[in-house]
């Protein structure tokens, strides 16, 4: 499978740097629903209400997925890479 890769960089209520990759099938497009799982996330860390638009939220890349990435889409429609801050 492959995936798109969307380098994302979040402030948090803190003020520090969230930095983490959102990856979602290549097919799906929508900023609208790629910034709505970016949210999802957000709401896991308890960042809720931090903004995450395009200004935060770019593509970066394609690439193929591993199984663990596969899964997780299966399961949710999209995987989290951490990078720093989370």
């Known amino acids: 499978?492959?995936?798109?890769?969307?380098d994302t960089y979040v402030t948090r209520t803190d003020g520090a740097t969230m930095h983490f990759d959102i990856l979602v099938p290549s097919s799906l497009t929508c900023p609208d629903a790629i910034h709505q799982y970016g949210r999802q996330?957000?709401?896991?860390?308890?960042?809720?209400?931090?903004?995450?638009?395009?200004?935060?939220?770019?593509?970066?890349?394609?690439?193929?997925?591993?199984?663990?990435?596969?899964?997780?889409?299966?399961r949710q429609g999209y995987y989290i890479i951490e990078m720093q801050g989370c």
Do not use: D, R
């Open 41 to 74: 996330y957000l709401t896991s860390k308890g960042q809720a209400n931090q903004p995450l638009t395009t200004k935060e939220c770019e593509f970066c890349h394609i690439e193929q997925a591993t199984p663990e990435v596969e899964s997780s889409i299966a």
């Open 1 to 6: 499978m492959q995936v798109s890769v969307y």
